[in-house]
Each structure stands twice: as structure tokens, then as C-alpha cells.
Nanobody, 120 residues
């Protein structure tokens, strides 16, 4: 059974930083591309950042540009989302996601999310 667990959320002020972590059981994050999504209050879920299985490729949404970074700790089998210079609009529940082929279909695995609240 695949389980993803996010941690590191909390309440911070504008301009501060947080680092989110994604850990997994039942799946090896080191051999899978990993995505971070977020869901602001009253809005749909949006892709924030992705990292390829080889770690040679990362991508970010335009709304975060250079403020966020994504990285792996292969020894710990974790994926981090480093969020700097946080803004009010970064307030959301952040989710770790892995997509994997299972037979002819792609299956999405999600964590339960971690709340990030940015206050003024």
C-alpha cells in the first residue's frame, strides 16, 4: 500500500520561509518523479513544482517563480519543497503527489496534505 506523508507546514509571516518534506512507504521516491500541488482556500488544486526521477529536471509554476525550490535527499528518500519569501497567496494545503503506471493506466498517489498559512 502506497502512502505519502507531508510534513513541515505551519503558520509564518510574509517574507518568511518553510521547508516541506514528503516521505513515502510502499513506493520508492528515489525512482519516481514527484510533484507538489497546493490547494488554496476555495480554489482547486494546482501544480506547484515537479522533480524528475533522475533529479535532472525540475519545474515550477509561474506564480512561485524563483521563490521555491524542490530537491531530493536520496539517502533519506525524501523530497523537499523549500519555500522562501512567502506571500499571503501561498496560503494553501500542500500535497505531495506521485504518478505511476499500473498496467494501462496512470495512478495518482496523494498524501493528506500539510497546511501552510502565511499571515501579515
Amino acid at each position: 500500500q502506497v502512502q505519502l506523508v507531508e510534513s513541515g507546514g505551519g503558520t509564518v509571516r510574509i517574507g518568511e520561509s518553510l521547508r516541506l518534506s514528503c516521505a513515502a512507504s510502499g513506493i520508492d521516491l528515489n525512482t519516481n518523479a514527484v510533484n507538489w500541488f497546493r490547494q488554496p482556500p476555495g480554489s482547486g488544486r494546482e501544480l506547484v513544482a515537479s522533480i524528475s526521477s533522475s533529479t535532472t529536471s525540475t519545474s515550477f509554476s509561474e506564480s512561485i517563480q524563483a521563490r521555491f525550490s524542490i530537491a531530493r535527499d536520496r539517502a533519506q528518500k525524501l523530497v523537499y519543497l523549500q519555500m522562501n519569501n512567502l506571500k499571503l497567496e501561498d496560503t494553501a494545503v500542500y500535497y505531495c503527489n506521485v504518478q505511476r503506471w499500473e498496467g494501462p493506466s496512470i495512478v495518482d498517489f496523494w498524501g493528506r496534505g500539510t497546511q501552510v498559512t502565511v499571515s501579515s
